[in-house]
Nanobody
Framework: QVQLVEAGGGLVQPGESLRLSCAASGTISSFNVMGWYRQAPGKERELVADITYGGSTTYADSVKGRFTISRDNAKNTVYLQMNSLKPEDTAVYYC?????????????WGQGTQVTVSS
């Protein structure tokens, strides 16, 4: 069982920055991918960015060049630095961890943190 605790959401104006963090606790192996997803009202949840234990990253096209994902493996924590925020970035942001063992994938989600970009 893995617990994910997110922090860092809030209300900002367009062009400003926010940093999200997500700390994982419980049984965590080194075969995992941590990531951030978001869900806006009336839309499906979508991948924002993810990062492997070794540091390989994937980004949604809509955030490339503006968002940076990183992780601290010693702390089992993943971060999302969001710069040049736009109103369309407004959503609930969810932390996710996928662990791989015995040919199976085990996924856990955080409770979500609201990010609102508005003037």
């Amino acid at each position: 069982q893995v617990q994910l605790v997110e922090a860092g959401g809030g209300l900002v104006q367009p062009g400003e920055s926010l940093r999200l963090s997500c700390a994982a606790s419980g049984t965590i192996s080194s075969f995992n991918v941590m990531g951030w997803y978001r869900q806006a009202p009336g839309k499906e949840r979508e991948l924002v960015a993810d990062i492997t234990y070794g540091g390989s990253t994937t980004y949604a096209d809509s955030v490339k060049g503006r968002f940076t994902i990183s992780r601290d493996n010693a702390k089992n924590t993943v971060y999302l630095q969001m710069n040049s925020l736009k109103p369309e970035d407004t959503a609930v942001y969810y932390c996710n961890i996928k662990q791989f063992a015995g040919g199976r994938t085990y996924a856990s989600w955080g409770q979500g943190t609201q990010v609102t970009v508005s003037s």
